[in-house]
């Protein structure tokens, strides 16, 4: 039977299967994503990622959710991916070019003894725009506007960080029964594509405490694309300032998200776990 090696690797507790795929062909990776993300009977992950090589960057990613599907972009992800490409050889450069489904993004790569621990990440412009979020409401841009979904009334702020997501305010989200609320968020009618979305409660200024459900993978220890348009939506609210580090609490660890207009940072970690080899 065919054996694949993987890595696994997580930022902040948001954990993946990865696999090298400069020296390896993976075939349906689609079906590989749900068999292999089971916690007790696979390897257990948030999905799996595919480390490609690219014509136009350093390298590429795929990324495939628990459930199949295919997403275009995840800030966890990436930066586990530049760690790989600098740690392995494959581009042994302190900035890296990476391909995603949302672009070409830049990493900077933070390394201490020769490995990288931390990663930034050039996450690109926030899109606030309804149609290209998408979300199905009027105007130029949905922030804190009161709407009926997912079985109740929420004033609600929609970004894409080339994904969808929709960032409520409010309490302690660990008070939250994300299983039960989270599946009617993701499926609402109002989101065409799906919604990954963001509980959030402000500290202070400087420091936010969240809870991610993501489409198709369920509640996740830490979501970078999330915490990102987190951190969009409470500057937008006035409840940040613009242009300063934002620390995003989570509950696999913390992120710093700093956003301007023009584009959006995001530093964390890059943990490298454990590899092995799995039959297929």
């Known amino acids: 039977m065919p054996r694949l090696h993987f890595i696994k690797m997580h930022g902040a507790g948001n954990d993946y299967i990865y696999f090298d795929c400069f020296r390896q062909p993976v075939d349906d990776p689609q079906t590989l994503a749900i068999r292999l993300s089971d916690r007790r009977k696979a390897v257990g992950g948030d999905g799996v990622i595919l480390i490609c090589p690219s014509e136009t960057a350093d390298g590429r990613m795929r990324m495939f959710n628990a459930d199949g599907s295919e997403g275009k972009m995840c800030g966890n992800g990436i930066r586990c991916v530049a760690k790989y490409l600098y740690d392995s050889g494959l581009a042994r450069k302190e900035e890296l070019h990476i391909e995603t489904l949302s672009g070409v993004k830049t990493c900077w790569i933070h390394p ?12 690109g412009r926030a899109v606030l725009t309804p149609a290209q979020i998408p979300v199905d409401l009027p105007g130029e841009q949905v922030v804190g506007r009161r709407v009926s979904l997912a079985g109740g009334v929420y004033e609600i ?5 080339g994904n969808p997501h929709c960032v409520l305010f409010g309490a302690d989200p660990d008070t939250l029964d994300l299983e039960r609320i989270g599946p009617r968020f993701e499926n609402d ?14 500290l202070d200024p400087h420091t936010l405490k969240m809870r991610v459900w993501e489409r198709g993978s369920g509640e996740t220890m830490a979501c970078g694309t999330g915490t990102c348009a987190a951190v969009t939506a409470a500057v937008l609210r006035g409840f940040c300032p613009a242009g300063e580090d934002i620390r995003v609490l989570l509950r696999g660890g913390e992120l710093t998200v700093n956003f301007t207009p023009e584009r959006v940072l995001m530093t964390g970690e890059a943990v490298r776990a454990f590899e092995g080899d799995v039959e297929v």
């Open 112 to 123: 201490e003894n020769g490995v990288a621990v931390s990663v930034t990440v050039d996450m």
């Open 157 to 161: 702020t929609c970004v894409s960080m």
């Open 189 to 202: 009618p109002l989101f065409p594509d799906r919604v990954n979305t963001e509980f959030i409660q402000v």
